[in-house]
Every structure is written in C-alpha cells, then in structure tokens.
Nanobody
C-alpha cells in the first residue's frame, strides 16, 4: 500500500479558494480509487470526492459545482480544488487510496494524516 501525504490546507475567508494535494509514495496508476474525505469536530468522516482509475469522479452533493478532484497518475498525486468555500467546509481533510474495487466497497484502504481547512472571516 502507498503512503499518502496531504498538504495545502489553511485558513481562508468565505468565498475563497484552496487547492489540496495528496502525494503518494508510489505509483497510483493501478489504484482503483483515490478520494478526499473530511471530518468536522464531533462529526463522522464523510466522502467529499473520489476519482477512479478510469477517470470516473464522484462528489458529495454539498460540494458539487464548487470542488473539483483531479488525478495525475504521472505525478502520483491527486488534487482537490476547492472554490466558493463556506464556513461549513471547515474540517480536517483526509486522502484515501483504495487499491481494488473490493477495498473500495468495503471502505478499506490507506489514509493520510490529514490537513486542516478553516473557512472563517
């Protein structure tokens, strides 16, 4: 399993933008899906967006039209471009890689350590 390192979090005003980066320690070419999840204080960790190895993307309803996930297999990196940020987007954002379809369906895989995103004026 690859190791994942997230970066790019920080403090941003409502309406602003951030780009998160998930860098893998090895090739992600054959990994079934890589996704971004987030967890706010006192809440469960939820899917934000993921991208499969065939390019199919999946977004939570709350971020559709504002966030874009991009998978760059050549750089072993997955990005999350976040625009029009809202205070309710505040959370720790985690990257996760599911090696196979079975892993994906079971909810298993490799996690990064997370990066904090705070949206506040």
């Amino acid at each position: 399993q690859v190791q994942l390192v997230e970066s790019g979090g920080g403090l941003v005003q409502p309406g602003g933008s951030l780009r998160l980066t998930c860098a893998a320690s090895g090739s992600i070419f054959s990994i079934f899906a890589v996704g971004w999840y987030r967890q706010a204080p006192g809440k469960q960790r939820d899917l934000v967006a993921d991208v499969a190895n065939n390019g199919r993307t999946n977004y939570a309803d709350s971020v559709k039209g504002r966030f874009t996930i991009v998978r760059d297999n050549a750089k072993n990196t997955v990005y999350l471009q976040m625009n029009s940020l809202k205070p309710e987007d505040t959370a720790v954002y985690y990257c996760k890689a599911a090696d196979t379809l079975v892993d994906y369906l079971r909810g298993s895989g490799s996690w990064g350590q997370g990066t904090q995103v705070t949206v506040s004026s």
